[in-house]
């Protein structure tokens, strides 16, 4: 059967410790989260809006630890699952103007990657690269590329994004993991890395 194959999302969820200060507030009828967001609104996204919406038993959620540090959470998560198409959930400071950026796509077909992506109605993806993240483990071996909320300020400090920024870059994973889904061998060739 095509385009069945295992999709792996991991969203790390250690953070910073001197700078772990999150909060939320108003500003002109808006809503916003301050304060250090890597990576704790990505987890929120993921268990909020991601999780509840995909029903497809081949893909799994994984939240990681140790990727401030020495990626021993992807390290542990990829010698547990294998082969697979491996998707980083991290922030970013690039692309801010995007709804989700893709960074450090390795052993894929970018150019099919972006096709795919670019179909999406309604949503502005970036394809700029920002700090290194998970990837840089899962890319060793297998098809890898992450999907990142852009944030304003500083990743490790202090930062800001709309509360519907947020809530938007949720329910866009969830529409780029079915659109992945979709064409997955199109995307990445387990056995032809060298696309």
Known sequence: MSNDGK??????????????????????????????????????????SVIPRVKDKKIKFYFTNGEEI??????????????????????TQAAKKSDVNVEWPQNV?????RKVLGRIPKLKVGFKTGHLDETKVYG?????FSLNLPIKGNI?????VSFWK???FGLAI????????????????????NK
Do not use: Q
Request: positive net charge; proline residues 1%; hydrophobic residues 35%.
């Open 7 to 48: 999709i792996i999302v991991s969203t790390h969820c250690d953070v910073i410790w001197k700078a772990a200060r999150v909060k939320f507030f108003r500003k002109k009828g808006r809503r916003y989260f301050s304060g250090n967001l890597d990576n704790v609104v990505c987890v929120g996204a993921v268990l909020r």
């Open 70 to 91: 020495d990626m021993e959470g992807a390290k542990k998560v990829m010698r547990r699952e294998g082969r697979a198409l491996y998707i980083a959930i991290d922030v």
């Open 109 to 113: 077909n970018k150019r099919e990657l």
């Open 140 to 144: 060793k071996k297998y098809p890898t």
């Open 156 to 160: 490790h400090g202090k930062s800001r």
């Open 166 to 168: 947020v809530k938007r």
């Open 174 to 193: 969830v529409e780029i993991l079915r659109r992945v889904r979709m064409n997955y061998d199109r995307i990445c060739d387990l056995n032809n890395r």
